[in-house]
């Protein structure tokens, strides 16, 4: 619910804007002087500032002033009796978003102000996607129809259907908490753990909950959603330590070095939508502390601020560790962690999902080969065998670094296995263990050298001391594909993240 101040000396004036603009929906606070006004500013973050310019012996303008120097990034509009263009340039440069004559009607201003509160959105969500990448990759889609990918879209769809709760009281995100107690005007927010390996697509599960939740387009209370709901993606691994809580929580002006201005973080700025916290694992203790109080209670603080500001938003995090394990061993919090498993998503890997990886192959290489201007690139019967019996250790990640080669140095009309890189080795393929403790499958006959790391051993009789150690074909392709996702990731990891 939006927020609206109301700065006005005269009562009926006052009482009349009040009525109206509660009406229409918004939550609205009243001074009838600066002073007043200033309790409120220290006390809430307004979407909205409607003040009159002659309040006795103060000014409104001033007080747009004031709001403006201390970071105030909402709306600032002024109302005066005496309008005239020399006060409407000053309003202006003092930064006022625009004015109104009185006297009043009262329909015409609500209506103005749905259209000031939708112009502060539309603005709100330029800056997210100025500091985001928020593109599509044409690669970002769904792809599969394995009995175990089709169980874990099911159940991702019921947990999309999860509700953003909704403050009764009527706060908004961003707004510090009235009270000043954590968690009576706070909401706890909805938290979904997805868990795999690397690379089987916990990101593009992210997306896709995300999606499904605005084709539903409903919140709690029945009412649609203004606009298209944010996806906020943030790497915690990729964070530097020193600036993470400020991208998080955002700063305000003058809390470090170089904040020149106060700056909303990336939680605010996934309001009413998803923000997806990959990589979850990597954060720091006082960092989980923090993460801790927004999921739980819906409430943060800026960076060098006081106020506690609210926030709504569902929280998807990822990880490709044993969590629990790490709580174990103290290097994640456990109250984190029981958190945000109140609803746990495990994404099985590639190998496990019988028939995806030649059904993702087919779809990846008509799209790279379009990109690539090598329309009609198909497949052949020897590369299909391959990539059906290769265990994909590195999951879809690898399977569309893959594709993506195929498609590039493919000559003629098909693809070869050997174009494939290491997968052409993969004849008879075991499955890679990724999981502490666990043994790797000792029963595979396997073709590959890997198996048995004593055949690769020569007697010393039989190669000088001098003489390299030959390196298996295997190994010289792994080493290759593996270079290979390393420059070809940012391709394509939204795909696979």
């Not at 995806?356 to 990846?364: F, K, R, S, W």
Request: with cysteine; charged share 25%.
């Amino acid at each position: 619910m939006p927020k609206i101040l109301i700065i006005e000396d005269e009562e009926n004036l006052r009482f009349s804007i009040r009525r109206a603009l509660v009406k229409a929906g918004h939550a609205v606070f009243e001074a009838s002087c600066l002073h007043d006004a200033r309790v409120h500013a220290r006390q809430h973050e307004f979407d909205l500032v409607l003040t009159d310019i002659m309040l006795g012996d103060e000014n409104g303008i001033e007080f747009i002033r004031e709001m403006r120097h201390d970071g105030y990034e909402g709306v600032a509009v002024v109302m005066t009796a005496h309008a005239t263009l020399e006060t409407a340039v000053q309003a202006m440069r003092e930064g006022a978003d625009d004015y109104l004559t009185k006297p009043l009607v009262m329909n015409e201003l609500t209506i103005q102000v749905d259209r000031w509160l939708e112009q502060q959105r539309v603005a709100r969500r330029l800056k997210l996607y100025e500091r985001i990448e928020q593109s599509k990759d044409p690669t970002d889609e769904i792809v599969g129809n394995s009995p175990a990918w089709i169980q874990t879209l099911t159940l991702a769809r019921r947990l999309a259907t999860i509700p953003i709760s909704i403050d009764e009281s009527g706060t908004r995100p961003g707004d510090s908490a009235a009270t000043g107690g954590i968690g009576l005007t706070g909401s706890s927010l909805p938290c979904i753990l997805l868990l795999g390996e690397t690379g089987v697509g916990k990101g593009v599960l992210a997306r896709f909950i995300h999606l499904q939740a605005i084709q539903s387009g409903l919140d709690r209370k029945g009412k649609r959603e203004v606009g298209v709901p944010p996806f906020v993606h943030v790497n915690c691994s990729a964070l530097p330590a020193s600036l993470v809580e400020a991208e998080l929580f955002g700063h305000e002006k003058g809390a470090f070095t170089d904040a020149s201005e106060a700056r909303a973080g990336l939680f605010e700025m996934a309001d009413g939508g998803t923000i997806f916290l990959d990589e979850i694992s990597e954060m720091t203790q006082e960092l989980q502390a923090k993460l801790l109080l927004v999921v739980e209670h819906g409430v943060f603080r800026r960076v060098g601020g006081s106020k506690e500001r609210t926030v709504r938003a569902r929280v998807i995090a990822a990880s490709n560790q044993d969590l629990d394990q790490r709580a174990q061993t103290g290097a994640f919090r456990r109250d984190l962690l029981y958190r945000l498993n109140a609803f746990t998503l495990r994404i099985p890997p590639l190998r496990d999902r019988e028939g995806d990886a030649v059904l993702a192959a087919d779809t990846m290489l008509e799209r790279f080969s379009r990109r690539y201007g090598r329309e009609g690139l198909k497949l052949s019967d020897a590369s299909r065998d391959a990539v059906r019996r290769h265990p994909w250790p590195g999951n879809v990640r690898e399977l569309v670094n893959a594709v993506q080669r195929a498609a590039m140095l493919s000559e003629g009309r098909s693809s070869s296995p050997s174009i494939l890189g290491s997968c052409r080795s993969s004849a008879s393929p075991s499955r890679p263990s990724h999981h502490v403790g666990r043994p790797a499958n000792s029963s595979s006959t396997s073709s590959t050298a890997c198996t048995t790391p004593t055949k690769w051993r020569r007697p010393s009789s039989s190669r000088p001391s001098n003489t390299p150690r030959a390196t298996s074909p295997a190994r010289r392709n792994s080493s290759a594909f593996s270079a290979a996702v390393s420059v070809t990731a940012s391709t394509d990891t939204s795909l696979t993240s």
